[in-house]
């Protein structure tokens, strides 16, 4: 167990609607990150969180949010879904400042199928 | 230019024997980090190894070791002793810039292990 869990695992929804994934990074972690694995792109990130604040921006579609809350949880919003975002999308967190290690430790991931 | 390239996309062992799993990558940045993560066929990713550009043995972890060439921007992964639950998904990441820039991975597209009783 990583620490760092998501909700939901699973998630079944058709094309247009829009969802939301849940994390909580590991205790003490600042930093969350979320990237999405596809089959056919594999293991891509899409953005990073710091205490808060947007950090980091890599391939996130504009349809796509995300945000931190107070508490250090993040939400990933993915609005107008298309069948091409079906995948599983994970969270991990790190330390960042005050670690002697950048590790980022994964969630369990949601498994994104939409239909 | 891919940043990380893992040249094997499957790989059989046998049970008991070591494995390497390579891994090159292309980066201008001096300060790095180099990730190992498994992943089963349940999903999870779970973080294995770590070898920082700076450091100057070679990272161990366990039955984990990895394999890093700096001139030759190569961090193999040896696996010694495989068990039948070493049967994954392991990719190799890099992070580019300082450890305490908390900067994103970036991944290769992974080896599927197979270990063989």
């Known amino acids: 167990d990583s620490g760092v869990t998501q909700t939901p695992k699973h998630l079944i929804t058709a094309t247009g609607q829009r969802v939301t994934l849940r994390c909580s990074p590991r205790?003490?972690?600042?930093?969350v990150y979320w990237y999405q694995q596809s089959l056919d792109q594999g293991l891509q990130f899409l953005i990073q969180y710091y205490n808060g604040e947007e950090r980091a921006k890599g391939n996130i579609l504009e349809r796509f949010s995300a945000q931190q809350f107070p508490d250090l949880h993040s939400e990933l919003n993915l609005s107008s879904l298309e069948l091409g975002d079906s995948a599983l999308y994970f969270c991990a967190s790190s330390v960042v400042v005050g670690g002697s290690t950048d590790t980022q430790y994964f969630g369990p991931g949601t498994r994104l199928t939409v239909l | 230019a891919q940043k990380i390239t893992q040249t094997q996309p499957g790989m059989f062992v046998q049970e008991k024997e070591a494995v390497t799993l390579d891994c090159t990558y292309d980066?201008?940045?001096?300060?790095?980090?180099l990730f190992w993560y498994k992943q089963p066929s349940s999903g999870e990713m779970i973080f294995l190894i770590y070898?920082?550009?700076?450091?100057?043995q070679n990272a161990t972890e366990g039955r984990y070791s990895l394999n890093f060439q700096k001139a030759r921007k190569s961090a193999n992964l040896v696996i010694s002793a495989s068990q039948l639950g070493d049967s994954a998904m392991y990719f190799c990441a890099m992070r580019e810039g300082r450890f305490n820039a908390g900067n994103m991975l970036t991944f290769g597209g992974g080896t599927r292990l197979m270990v063989k009783p």
């Open positions: 980066t201008s940045d001096p300060s790095y980090g």
């Open positions: 070898q920082g550009s700076y450091d100057q």
């Open positions: 205790s003490g972690d600042l930093s």
